[in-house]
Protein backbone atom coordinates (compact mmCIF):
# COMPACT_ATOMS: atom_id res chain seq x y z
CA UNK A 1 0.00 0.00 0.00
CA UNK A 2 2.90 2.30 0.49
CA UNK A 3 5.59 0.96 -1.71
CA UNK A 4 5.17 4.02 -4.26
CA UNK A 5 5.00 6.37 -1.59
CA UNK A 6 8.45 5.25 -0.09
CA UNK A 7 9.90 4.69 -3.79
CA UNK A 8 9.24 8.20 -4.33
CA UNK A 9 10.82 9.55 -0.79
CA UNK A 10 13.95 7.74 -2.27
CA UNK A 11 13.94 8.93 -5.52
CA UNK A 12 13.84 12.57 -4.17
CA UNK A 13 16.40 11.99 -1.41
CA UNK A 14 13.64 12.54 1.51
CA UNK A 15 13.80 8.98 2.55
CA UNK A 16 14.82 9.07 6.17
CA UNK A 17 16.65 6.38 7.85
CA UNK A 18 17.46 5.60 11.43
CA UNK A 19 21.09 5.82 12.74
CA UNK A 20 21.84 4.56 15.84
CA UNK A 21 24.58 4.75 18.07
CA UNK A 22 26.68 1.90 19.67
CA UNK A 23 28.03 4.50 22.31
CA UNK A 24 26.83 7.33 24.78
CA UNK A 25 25.60 10.68 23.39
CA UNK A 26 28.38 12.98 23.05
CA UNK A 27 31.00 14.76 20.93
CA UNK A 28 31.69 11.62 19.78
CA UNK A 29 29.28 8.49 18.62
CA UNK A 30 30.07 5.67 17.46
CA UNK A 31 27.52 4.23 14.51
CA UNK A 32 27.90 0.79 12.83
CA UNK A 33 31.40 0.60 14.50
CA UNK A 34 32.97 3.88 13.22
CA UNK A 35 33.81 6.93 15.27
CA UNK A 36 32.07 10.11 13.95
CA UNK A 37 32.04 13.65 15.33
CA UNK A 38 28.67 14.43 15.99
CA UNK A 39 27.37 17.87 15.17
CA UNK A 40 23.85 16.57 15.23
CA UNK A 41 22.75 16.42 19.29
CA UNK A 42 20.93 18.57 21.39
CA UNK A 43 22.79 17.90 24.40
CA UNK A 44 24.53 21.29 24.59
CA UNK A 45 25.85 20.80 27.72
CA UNK A 46 27.00 16.75 27.43
CA UNK A 47 24.91 16.07 30.02
CA UNK A 48 23.76 12.94 28.75
CA UNK A 49 26.63 11.08 29.71
CA UNK A 50 27.96 13.14 32.42
CA UNK A 51 28.92 10.97 35.99
CA UNK A 52 26.55 12.83 38.18
CA UNK A 53 23.23 12.33 35.87
CA UNK A 54 24.14 8.93 34.85
CA UNK A 55 24.50 8.08 38.92
CA UNK A 56 20.89 10.11 39.66
CA UNK A 57 19.67 7.42 37.18
CA UNK A 58 21.33 4.83 39.13
CA UNK A 59 20.47 5.84 42.05
CA UNK A 60 16.29 6.56 41.16
CA UNK A 61 16.75 3.26 39.50
CA UNK A 62 17.71 1.04 42.38
CA UNK A 63 15.22 2.74 44.96
CA UNK A 64 12.39 3.21 42.58
CA UNK A 65 12.86 0.46 40.26
CA UNK A 66 11.95 0.66 36.01
CA UNK A 67 8.80 1.70 35.52
CA UNK A 68 6.24 4.02 36.76
CA UNK A 69 3.50 1.52 36.50
CA UNK A 70 0.36 4.22 36.62
CA UNK A 71 0.07 8.17 35.41
CA UNK A 72 0.89 10.94 37.74
CA UNK A 73 -2.71 11.18 39.04
CA UNK A 74 -2.52 7.36 40.02
CA UNK A 75 0.14 7.47 42.04
CA UNK A 76 2.87 6.97 39.07
CA UNK A 77 5.22 9.17 40.33
CA UNK A 78 7.54 9.62 43.41
CA UNK A 79 9.04 11.70 46.15
CA UNK A 80 11.68 12.20 43.20
CA UNK A 81 8.97 14.02 40.58
CA UNK A 82 7.88 16.40 43.44
CA UNK A 83 11.63 17.22 44.31
CA UNK A 84 12.34 17.80 41.07
CA UNK A 85 8.90 19.88 40.35
CA UNK A 86 10.02 21.70 43.56
CA UNK A 87 13.53 22.71 41.46
CA UNK A 88 12.45 23.50 38.47
CA UNK A 89 10.00 26.22 39.88
CA UNK A 90 12.97 27.59 42.15
CA UNK A 91 15.15 27.59 38.64
CA UNK A 92 12.67 29.06 36.51
CA UNK A 93 11.34 31.51 39.32
CA UNK A 94 7.63 30.45 39.45
CA UNK A 95 5.57 29.34 41.60
CA UNK A 96 5.14 25.97 40.80
CA UNK A 97 5.94 23.53 38.05
CA UNK A 98 4.31 20.21 36.29
CA UNK A 99 6.76 17.50 34.43
CA UNK A 100 5.24 15.98 31.46
CA UNK A 101 6.38 12.98 29.43
CA UNK A 102 8.21 15.01 26.96
CA UNK A 103 7.93 17.94 25.03
CA UNK A 104 5.56 16.69 22.21
CA UNK A 105 3.20 14.77 24.67
CA UNK A 106 3.22 18.63 26.49
CA UNK A 107 2.56 21.12 23.62
CA UNK A 108 0.05 18.59 21.99
CA UNK A 109 -1.67 18.15 25.62
CA UNK A 110 -1.18 21.76 27.12
CA UNK A 111 -2.33 23.91 24.05
CA UNK A 112 -5.96 22.05 24.03
CA UNK A 113 -5.87 22.55 27.40
CA UNK A 114 -5.19 26.41 27.47
CA UNK A 115 -7.60 27.24 25.11
CA UNK A 116 -11.20 25.63 23.63
CA UNK A 117 -13.99 26.97 21.42
CA UNK A 118 -14.18 30.09 23.04
CA UNK A 119 -10.76 31.37 22.70
CA UNK A 120 -7.87 31.70 20.40
CA UNK A 121 -4.64 30.64 19.53
CA UNK A 122 -1.50 32.97 18.24
CA UNK A 123 1.10 30.84 16.84
CA UNK A 124 4.30 31.74 14.75
CA UNK A 125 4.60 30.37 11.98
CA UNK A 126 8.04 28.74 12.47
CA UNK A 127 7.14 26.98 15.51
CA UNK A 128 8.02 23.80 16.36
CA UNK A 129 6.02 20.87 15.15
CA UNK A 130 4.42 19.77 18.73
CA UNK A 131 3.05 23.11 18.60
CA UNK A 132 2.00 22.94 15.30
CA UNK A 133 -0.32 19.76 16.50
CA UNK A 134 -1.06 20.75 19.63
CA UNK A 135 -2.83 24.50 18.16
CA UNK A 136 -4.59 21.54 15.55
CA UNK A 137 -5.97 19.48 18.72
CA UNK A 138 -7.15 22.69 20.05
CA UNK A 139 -10.90 23.87 19.25
CA UNK A 140 -9.95 27.35 19.27
CA UNK A 141 -9.82 29.83 16.51
CA UNK A 142 -6.07 29.54 15.33
CA UNK A 143 -4.83 32.62 14.05
CA UNK A 144 -0.55 32.53 12.28
CA UNK A 145 1.49 35.04 12.67
CA UNK A 146 4.37 35.72 10.50
CA UNK A 147 7.70 34.52 11.43
CA UNK A 148 8.69 36.68 14.88
CA UNK A 149 6.81 39.77 13.66
CA UNK A 150 5.08 41.16 16.16
CA UNK A 151 3.28 43.86 14.09
CA UNK A 152 1.03 41.19 12.39
CA UNK A 153 0.81 39.09 15.91
CA UNK A 154 -0.59 42.80 16.94
CA UNK A 155 -2.96 43.66 13.99
CA UNK A 156 -3.83 39.97 14.55
CA UNK A 157 -4.86 40.17 18.12
CA UNK A 158 -6.97 43.28 17.73
CA UNK A 159 -8.88 41.91 14.98
CA UNK A 160 -10.17 38.74 17.31
CA UNK A 161 -12.88 38.40 19.89
CA UNK A 162 -12.37 35.38 21.83
CA UNK A 163 -12.63 34.99 26.05
CA UNK A 164 -8.78 34.51 25.82
CA UNK A 165 -5.69 34.78 23.30
CA UNK A 166 -2.93 32.62 23.62
CA UNK A 167 0.34 33.14 22.39
CA UNK A 168 2.37 30.44 21.56
CA UNK A 169 5.69 30.80 20.51
CA UNK A 170 9.34 28.48 20.80
CA UNK A 171 11.53 30.63 22.41
CA UNK A 172 14.71 29.54 20.55
CA UNK A 173 13.35 28.36 17.19
CA UNK A 174 14.74 24.92 16.92
CA UNK A 175 15.88 24.79 12.98
CA UNK A 176 17.17 28.35 12.62
CA UNK A 177 18.40 29.10 16.12
CA UNK A 178 17.40 32.69 16.17
CA UNK A 179 15.61 33.71 19.01
CA UNK A 180 11.66 34.98 19.80
CA UNK A 181 10.97 38.72 20.26
CA UNK A 182 9.94 37.57 23.50
CA UNK A 183 10.07 41.46 25.30
CA UNK A 184 8.17 42.76 23.00
CA UNK A 185 5.27 39.94 22.98
CA UNK A 186 5.51 40.38 26.55
CA UNK A 187 4.79 44.14 25.98
CA UNK A 188 1.54 43.17 24.24
CA UNK A 189 0.36 41.03 27.02
CA UNK A 190 0.75 43.49 29.80
CA UNK A 191 -0.70 46.43 28.09
CA UNK A 192 -3.43 43.86 27.30
CA UNK A 193 -6.78 43.71 29.17
CA UNK A 194 -5.46 40.82 31.13
CA UNK A 195 -6.87 38.17 28.77
CA UNK A 196 -3.54 37.49 27.42
CA UNK A 197 -1.28 34.96 28.19
CA UNK A 198 1.92 33.71 26.22
CA UNK A 199 2.92 30.00 26.26
CA UNK A 200 6.70 29.68 25.94
CA UNK A 201 8.60 26.57 24.42
CA UNK A 202 11.87 27.35 25.70
CA UNK A 203 13.28 23.67 25.20
CA UNK A 204 16.62 24.71 22.96
CA UNK A 205 16.94 27.79 25.61
CA UNK A 206 16.70 26.26 29.17
CA UNK A 207 20.45 25.48 30.02
CA UNK A 208 21.47 27.27 27.34
CA UNK A 209 20.33 31.40 27.56
CA UNK A 210 20.66 33.36 30.71
CA UNK A 211 23.28 30.90 32.26
CA UNK A 212 21.32 28.30 31.94
CA UNK A 213 18.26 29.79 33.66
CA UNK A 214 16.69 30.14 30.11
CA UNK A 215 15.13 32.69 28.05
CA UNK A 216 13.00 35.05 30.42
CA UNK A 217 16.26 35.15 32.30
CA UNK A 218 18.18 36.01 29.17
CA UNK A 219 15.69 39.44 28.21
CA UNK A 220 15.97 40.42 32.26
CA UNK A 221 12.08 39.43 32.58
CA UNK A 222 10.60 38.27 35.77
CA UNK A 223 7.78 35.89 35.37
CA UNK A 224 4.48 36.64 35.70
CA UNK A 225 0.97 34.73 35.97
CA UNK A 226 0.03 35.22 32.38
CA UNK A 227 3.30 33.64 31.38
CA UNK A 228 3.75 29.71 31.12
CA UNK A 229 7.12 28.66 30.65
CA UNK A 230 7.60 25.35 28.73
CA UNK A 231 11.19 23.81 29.09
CA UNK A 232 12.40 19.83 27.85
CA UNK A 233 14.72 17.63 29.80
CA UNK A 234 15.89 15.78 26.90
CA UNK A 235 18.12 18.77 25.41
CA UNK A 236 20.55 20.56 27.25
CA UNK A 237 19.52 18.66 30.26
CA UNK A 238 20.43 15.66 29.38
CA UNK A 239 17.64 13.39 30.19
CA UNK A 240 13.80 13.25 29.09
CA UNK A 241 10.90 14.64 29.83
CA UNK A 242 9.28 18.38 29.52
CA UNK A 243 8.22 20.59 32.13
CA UNK A 244 5.52 23.85 32.58
CA UNK A 245 6.29 26.72 34.98
CA UNK A 246 4.24 29.25 35.73
CA UNK A 247 1.75 30.15 38.87
CA UNK A 248 -0.29 28.10 40.76
CA UNK A 249 -3.63 28.65 39.12
CA UNK A 250 -1.94 27.76 35.75
CA UNK A 251 -0.13 24.83 36.96
CA UNK A 252 -3.41 23.51 38.79
CA UNK A 253 -5.10 23.95 35.68
CA UNK A 254 -2.74 21.62 33.48
CA UNK A 255 -2.68 18.74 35.73
CA UNK A 256 -6.94 18.86 35.81
CA UNK A 257 -6.77 19.10 31.81
CA UNK A 258 -4.34 18.34 29.87
CA UNK A 259 -4.86 14.74 28.42
CA UNK A 260 -1.20 13.92 27.67
CA UNK A 261 -0.67 14.01 31.46
CA UNK A 262 -3.90 12.21 32.97
CA UNK A 263 -3.91 9.23 30.26
CA UNK A 264 -0.43 8.58 30.00
CA UNK A 265 1.93 6.35 32.31
CA UNK A 266 4.19 8.77 34.57
CA UNK A 267 8.13 8.94 33.50
CA UNK A 268 10.38 6.53 34.56
CA UNK A 269 12.15 7.15 38.35
CA UNK A 270 15.18 6.96 36.21
CA UNK A 271 14.67 9.84 33.76
CA UNK A 272 12.98 11.75 37.02
CA UNK A 273 16.27 11.49 39.04
CA UNK A 274 18.78 11.93 36.07
CA UNK A 275 16.85 15.52 35.64
CA UNK A 276 17.02 15.86 39.47
CA UNK A 277 20.62 15.52 38.88
CA UNK A 278 20.92 17.78 35.81
CA UNK A 279 19.30 20.27 37.03
CA UNK A 280 21.59 20.35 39.89
CA UNK A 281 25.06 20.54 37.55
CA UNK A 282 23.44 23.62 35.26
CA UNK A 283 22.71 25.53 38.67
CA UNK A 284 26.19 25.10 40.12
CA UNK A 285 27.95 25.05 36.72
CA UNK A 286 31.23 24.76 38.48
CA UNK A 287 32.72 23.32 35.58
CA UNK A 288 31.58 26.74 33.35
CA UNK A 289 29.81 24.38 30.82
CA UNK A 290 27.44 27.03 29.74
CA UNK A 291 30.46 29.56 28.59
CA UNK A 292 32.42 26.77 27.20
CA UNK A 293 29.19 26.38 25.27
CA UNK A 294 29.06 29.93 24.08
CA UNK A 295 32.61 30.14 23.65
CA UNK A 296 32.79 27.13 21.11
CA UNK A 297 29.62 28.92 18.92
CA UNK A 298 32.14 31.64 18.66
CA UNK A 299 34.24 29.86 17.62
CA UNK A 300 32.47 27.59 14.89
CA UNK A 301 30.99 30.81 13.54
CA UNK A 302 34.29 32.50 13.33
CA UNK A 303 35.34 29.64 11.30
CA UNK A 304 32.02 29.60 9.21
CA UNK A 305 32.61 33.11 8.48
CA UNK A 306 35.05 32.73 5.85
CA UNK A 307 33.04 30.17 4.30
CA UNK A 308 30.66 32.20 2.69
CA UNK A 309 28.19 29.69 4.43
CA UNK A 310 24.18 30.75 5.26
CA UNK A 311 23.78 30.75 8.47
CA UNK A 312 20.60 32.63 8.39
CA UNK A 313 19.33 34.35 11.81
CA UNK A 314 21.34 32.04 14.22
CA UNK A 315 22.04 33.32 17.41
CA UNK A 316 22.60 30.55 19.32
CA UNK A 317 24.37 26.95 18.96
CA UNK A 318 21.60 25.79 16.72
CA UNK A 319 23.59 26.97 13.18
CA UNK A 320 21.50 26.17 9.90
CA UNK A 321 23.53 26.03 6.85
CA UNK A 322 20.72 26.72 4.34
CA UNK A 323 21.50 25.20 0.70
CA UNK A 324 19.87 25.89 -2.48
CA UNK A 325 18.44 22.31 -2.44
CA UNK A 326 17.43 18.77 -1.17
CA UNK A 327 20.01 17.48 -3.55
CA UNK A 328 23.15 19.90 -2.52
CA UNK A 329 22.13 19.17 1.61
CA UNK A 330 22.18 15.38 1.35
CA UNK A 331 25.40 15.84 -0.89
CA UNK A 332 26.93 18.12 1.94
CA UNK A 333 25.77 16.23 4.47
CA UNK A 334 26.94 12.92 3.11
CA UNK A 335 30.39 14.31 2.29
CA UNK A 336 30.90 15.38 5.89
CA UNK A 337 29.43 11.51 7.17
CA UNK A 338 32.47 10.17 4.88
CA UNK A 339 34.47 12.15 6.64
CA UNK A 340 33.62 11.35 9.97
CA UNK A 341 31.19 14.04 10.75
CA UNK A 342 27.64 13.69 11.33
CA UNK A 343 26.15 16.81 10.48
CA UNK A 344 22.16 16.03 9.95
CA UNK A 345 20.34 17.10 6.44
CA UNK A 346 16.69 18.66 7.56
CA UNK A 347 14.70 18.72 4.24
CA UNK A 348 10.87 19.21 3.88
CA UNK A 349 8.49 19.26 5.36
CA UNK A 350 10.40 19.57 8.75
CA UNK A 351 11.58 22.73 6.70
CA UNK A 352 10.58 24.88 4.01
CA UNK A 353 14.67 25.35 2.88
CA UNK A 354 16.64 22.57 3.09
CA UNK A 355 19.64 22.63 5.46
CA UNK A 356 22.59 20.69 7.24
CA UNK A 357 21.72 21.23 10.54
CA UNK A 358 24.75 22.05 12.85
CA UNK A 359 24.71 22.19 16.66
CA UNK A 360 27.54 22.89 18.85
CA UNK A 361 27.68 21.97 22.36
CA UNK A 362 29.90 22.30 25.44
CA UNK A 363 31.48 18.81 24.85
CA UNK A 364 33.33 19.42 21.55
CA UNK A 365 36.89 20.35 22.04
CA UNK A 366 38.51 23.38 19.67
CA UNK A 367 40.18 20.66 17.44
CA UNK A 368 37.00 18.63 16.91
CA UNK A 369 35.51 22.44 15.30
CA UNK A 370 39.00 22.72 13.17
CA UNK A 371 37.87 19.36 11.75
CA UNK A 372 34.63 20.42 10.84
CA UNK A 373 35.90 23.48 9.44
CA UNK A 374 38.67 22.30 7.53
CA UNK A 375 36.15 19.47 5.85
CA UNK A 376 33.57 22.08 5.03
CA UNK A 377 36.47 24.11 3.33
CA UNK A 378 37.21 21.02 1.42
CA UNK A 379 33.62 20.66 0.02
CA UNK A 380 33.43 24.37 -0.37
CA UNK A 381 36.73 23.60 -2.88
CA UNK A 382 35.23 20.92 -4.87
CA UNK A 383 31.72 21.74 -5.41
CA UNK A 384 32.86 25.24 -6.23
C1 LIG B 1 12.55 19.10 20.75
C2 LIG B 1 11.46 20.06 20.87
C3 LIG B 1 10.25 19.69 21.43
C4 LIG B 1 9.94 18.27 21.79
O1 LIG B 1 10.58 17.89 22.96
P1 LIG B 1 10.84 16.35 23.26
O2 LIG B 1 11.12 16.30 24.70
O3 LIG B 1 11.98 15.94 22.42
O4 LIG B 1 9.58 15.63 22.88
C5 LIG B 1 9.30 20.67 21.62
N1 LIG B 1 9.52 21.94 21.24
C6 LIG B 1 10.67 22.33 20.67
C7 LIG B 1 10.87 23.76 20.28
C8 LIG B 1 11.67 21.39 20.46
O5 LIG B 1 12.81 21.74 19.87
Redesign the pocket.
Known sequence: MFRKELEALKENRLLREIKDRGSAQGARINIKGRVYINFGS?DYLGLASHPHVAAGAKDALEKFGAGAGASRLLAGGTSLSERLESLLADFKEAEKALVFN????M?TGVIPALADEEDAVFSDELN?A??IDGCRLSKAKKYIYRHSDVSHLRELLRGTKARKKIIVT?AVF?MDGDIAPIEEICGLCASGSGDMLLYM?D??GTGVLGKGRGTLRHFGIKPEPWIIQMG?M??AMGS???FAAGDGDSIGWLLNSARSLIFSTALPPSAVGASIAALEVIWKDDKGLVDKLWDNRDKLMNELAGLGLDTGRSETPIIPLIMKDVESTAGLSDYLYKEGIYAPAIRPPAVRTPRVRLTVTAAHTEEEIGILARALHAWREKTL
Open positions: NSGYCNHSIDSDAHTSKFGA
